[in-house]
């Protein structure tokens, strides 16, 4: 006997960039929007009867649509809005969700003022957020960012380490320890200051790496999920991914020159990958 498993379809990469136009300024918001859908499409995938699916091109128009008439000031908000149509309209979706990554823009300096209608990406870094509408069920948020880079150039070591016959790594007391982080964390409940609560979490975190004695990524990594928790009784937990992106001291010997920890090589790969889940003790 052969089934069908666990299912879902959806549209993904629609790109969206809005412009709010006030009287004084402008603000932009560019989101690639992911929106997926799972219910009753037993038929569709076996049989090919289509009657209960709705086109993933309608998606990518309600996406667009629903951003138009959006008095959505974050992400987080918009996302909801996106998984309660989609739950409310379509009664055969037994869940629908809608994940969204934002590139983030600020406005120009220019002439010692913010410029109203110019603007500045501030990448790599991206916020993200998915909302989870399950039928009978209250929706879930889950935000975060992605590739943030982050440097500290004092107070991280790595030393005392599992040693054998391959080991060729070096101890060390005074190491660069940088990263491109991505984070992500679960709200309690819904219909909260989004905004607000985003900005204390990343604070937190970012003062956590800054201040944080380091002997390990792992042990920086634990301090920071931590200090979010801390700082935001609103989040369950947090997960946290910190590749180790090594900046080699380059050898200047062969020059006449020594080298005290200022001239590095970045790399990118290989690098080592970090990642765990901090959360509250129930």
């Known amino acids: 006997m052969i089934a069908l498993g666990e299912n879902q379809y959806g549209k993904s990469r629609v790109r969206v960039m809005k412009v709010e136009r006030c009287a004084d300024r402008h603000e932009v918001f ?8 799972k ?4 038929a569709c995938f076996e049989d090919g009867d289509n009657s209960h699916v709705l086109p993933t091109d309608t998606m990518k128009n309600t996406i667009y649509s629903t951003a138009r008439a959006s ?24 869940e629908a969700s809608a994940n969204i990554k934002a590139t983030l823009w600020r406005h120009i300096d220019a002439g010692r003022q913010r410029h109203p209608t110019a603007f500045v990406q501030t990448g790599p870094a991206r916020e993200t957020v998915t909302a989870t509408y399950p039928r009978g069920e209250a929706v879930s948020v889950t935000s975060g960012f992605t590739d943030m880079a982050i440097l500290k150039t004092a107070n991280s070591a790595f030393a005392g380490y599992l040693r054998d016959r391959l080991t060729t790594l070096k101890e060390t007391h005074d190491r660069l320890l940088g990263t491109l982080a991505t984070a992500e964390w679960t709200y309690a409940a819904p219909g909260l200051d989004y905004a607000a609560l985003r900005t204390s979490i990343t604070d937190s975190l970012l003062n956590a790496f800054a201040q944080h004695e380091s002997l390990s990524v792992q042990q920086t990594l634990f301090a920071m999920g931590k200090a ?8 369950t937990e947090i997960r946290l991914q910190m590749p180790n992106k090594h900046c080699n001291l380059v050898d200047l010997s062969a020059f006449d020159q020594d080298n005290p920890n200022h001239i590095f090589v970045p790399t990118d790969e290989p690098h080592g990958s970090i990642e765990a889940c901090v959360r509250r003790e129930v």
């Open 228 to 235: 979010a928790l801390e700082a935001v009784p609103e989040i």
């Open 71 to 94: 008095k959505a000031s974050t992400i987080e908000e918009f996302a909801i809005e996106l998984a309660t149509h989609f739950i409310t309209t379509q009664p055969q979706v037994n």
């Open 30 to 37: 560019e989101w690639n929007v992911d929106v997926w859908l």
């Open 39 to 42: 219910g009753d499409f037993t």
